[in-house]
């Protein structure tokens, strides 16, 4: 079979990069096309050089940087892929890649990390962080937001196969395209990751410093713990404001490299996630290192994670998103603590591995190209 693999955009290695690199490694000889693709040299190795087919916007001006400006053009950038020559598209879509022009006698797998989060759910956060709740710039971009609302449920019909990235997205899948999915988690590379027993006397989160991470509401809540020490690592938009309610027993270090991201998730006393994530892959990679996690209650957190209701518990959650509930759960943790044992928070981790992915996958893909249904999935 003649095989494409679409992405919505290649600006760096994150988590949906992390699929399309498993994805290659099941589909070696995929062709890859993508709306802009600015990723630095450094990060490019899982491509091995193969080429990667880009739309319009990629020579558009300050695209570089401001590709999301672009946003409008997107789903006319990505109908413009003549995909006419391939067997089998598989999307990995967060955005706008599952919007591509199939045919009736083409099979289209789409791997949703979540439906455009700007243009459903979080549209009114996005349009208040924005400042465009009112006048002319507003009524625009709210005006392009429905026409990316209504662009985004038609497209829906052009997938056969949905696939998510958890149950929770499947539901979000449910809610908004009426459609069936398949939950097949994302790979995480947890052997990146050793299991640590010996703990040190500190918490630990690590993100991008963006509003729905939350990462705000953490530093207050420890900000009001003086006796407990908070370590912050990452960088963003929101860091100067973060950095302002810090008190002296919290450290923000900024953007670190690998090693020293991993030792200090190693050695904490726990990880603190206050984002309603769609998978959160530091979730797992903590737990990978036999560290306990300290979450909100919803989204993704809630499948990787052990509540202490469970057996073999893996951490604590949460109910609401503020600084009371979370020194509320780090209190729970610590009388808790001799309950979760880092073996149990590593062997937790392993359901999420890389080889999990490309087996659930593999065998998936090699059914819809066998031309069976996939469990309960019913082409469109």
């Not at 087919?53 to 006319?76: E, G, V």
């Not at 929101?238 to 810090?246: H, P, V």
Request: aromatic share 10%; hydrophobic share 45%; net charge positive.
């Amino acid at each position: 079979m003649k095989i494409a693999i679409v992405h919505d955009w290649l600006v760096t290695y994150a988590g949906a990069e992390r699929v399309l690199e498993q994805l290659l490694r099941l589909f070696p000889d995929a062709d890859v096309y993508t709306v802009v693709d600015y990723l630095p040299e450094k990060d490019r190795g899982f491509l091995q050089g193969r080429p990667v087919h880009t739309s319009f916007i990629q020579k558009l001006p300050l695209a570089r940087k401001h590709y999301r400006n672009y946003l409008a053009l997107m789903p006319l950038a990505i109908e413009q892929f003549d995909l006419s020559s391939y067997d089998l598209i598989v999307s990995s879509s967060h955005a706008v890649a599952k919007g591509v022009i199939v045919g009736s006698q083409q099979v289209h797998v789409s791997y949703v990390h979540t439906p455009i989060r700007y243009a459903w759910e979080l549209q009114h956060q996005y349009l208040r962080e924005s400042n465009l709740t009112r006048g002319a710039k507003a009524m625009v971009i709210k005006a392009m937001l429905s026409r990316m609302r209504m662009w985004d449920s038609r497209t829906a019909n052009g997938v056969d196969y949905f696939v998510a990235n958890s149950r929770y997205i499947a539901d979000r899948i449910w809610r908004v395209y009426r459609r069936e999915a398949e939950v097949i988690y994302p790979p995480v590379d947890v052997d990146a990751f050793e299991l640590e027993t010996d703990k040190g006397d500190y918490y630990m989160t690590a993100s991008r410093m963006v509003p729905y991470k939350k990462i705000d509401l953490i530093v207050e809540a420890f900000a009001e713990m003086p006796d407990k020490k908070l370590i912050v690592i990452g960088d963003g938009p929101d860091f100067k404001k973060i950095k302002s309610k810090a008190g002296p027993n919290v450290v923000l270090l900024g953007y670190q490299p690998f090693h020293v991201l991993k030792r200090y998730m190693q050695k904490a006393r726990a990880f603190v996630f206050a984002a309603e994530e769609d998978f959160g892959i530091a979730v797992v990679e903590a737990q990978a290192c036999g560290t306990p996690v300290i979450a909100f209650g919803k989204g993704g957190a809630v499948e990787t994670v052990r509540g202490l209701s469970e057996d073999r518990p893996t951490g604590v959650f949460f109910r609401e998103q503020s600084a009371p509930a979370i020194r509320e759960a780090v209190r729970t943790f610590e009388l808790r603590e001799m309950d979760i044992m880092p073996v149990h928070c590593r062997r937790q981790a392993e359901q999420f591995s890389r080889e999990v992915f490309l087996n659930r996958m593999g065998d998936l893909l090699e059914q819809v190209k066998a031309g069976h249904r996939v469990g309960e999935l019913v082409r469109a």
